[in-house]
């Protein structure tokens, strides 16, 4: 059972470069959510979705792009990145009974 | 504005005690709260939850408390356990049309003592 599977684990971008964090989960979720950790400051909302093709934005949206075709993928873009968005992001994934379940994570480094 | 709160960043207890972790909110539509575990290197795992029309939800170890009309709960956890070091986040969720999402504290870095 691998619930939410996020890949890379690491990455380092220059600034400008683009990428795209994936996230995949398998247990038929309708939700699903990322969100970036920050020292001192817990988890924010980036974007999350209610079901394919519907996606929305959440505390700190600015800078990313999220797309949802399947109800297993939610990947994140990041257009031009910058060192603000070094991070560590989280996708999660949830049903109706609102527990979100989590991946390992991305560690980002903008250089 | 930061609408779920955990003023302590760090708790440190002995073995067996019990292990008392606080967090406060301040959006009146949040209906629903959970405690979440996170050990470096992984991502946050569900621990407990509960629905604002109750004020204490148990599960083993560890209870969580509600006072709405305070806006708080807290996370008790008896004995603590060495295992239980970790990071702990206080959650908030308000259920609307465009779905669930949750609003997380800073956290707090539990250390429990042998």
């Known amino acids: 059972n691998a619930g939410v599977t996020q890949t890379p684990k690491f990455q380092v971008l220059k600034t400008g470069q683009s990428m795209t964090l994936q996230c995949a989960q398998d247990m038929n979720h309708e939700y699903m959510s990322w969100y970036r950790q920050d020292p001192g400051m817990g988890l924010r909302l980036i974007h999350y979705?209610?079901?394919?093709?519907?996606?929305d934005q959440g505390e700190v949206p600015n800078g990313y792009n999220v797309s949802r075709s399947t109800t297993e993928d939610f990947p994140l873009r990041l257009l031009s990145a910058a060192p603000s968005q070094t991070s560590v992001y989280f996708c999660?994934?949830?049903?109706?009974?609102?527990?979100?379940?989590f991946g390992s994570g991305t560690r980002l480094t903008v250089v | 504005d930061q609408q779920v709160k955990q003023n302590s960043p760090s708790l440190s207890v002995q073995e067996g005690r019990i292990s008392i972790l606080n967090c406060d909110y301040t959006?009146?539509?949040?209906?629903?709260f959970l405690w979440y575990k996170k050990y470096p290197a992984e991502g946050p795992t569900f621990l407990i939850s509960i629905s604002s029309i109750k004020d204490k939800n148990e599960d083993g170890r560890f209870t969580v408390f509600l006072n709405k009309s305070a806006k708080h709960l807290s996370l008790h956890i008896v004995p603590s356990q060495p295992g239980d070091s970790a990071v702990y986040f206080c959650a908030a969720s308000g259920f609307d049309a465009s779905g669930s999402r949750l609003t997380f504290g800073e956290g707090t870095q539990l250390t429990v003592n042998p």
């Open positions: 979705s209610v079901g394919a093709g519907i996606t």
């Open positions: 999660a994934s949830s049903s109706r009974d609102r527990v979100g379940y």
């Open positions: 959006n009146s539509m949040f209906d629903y």
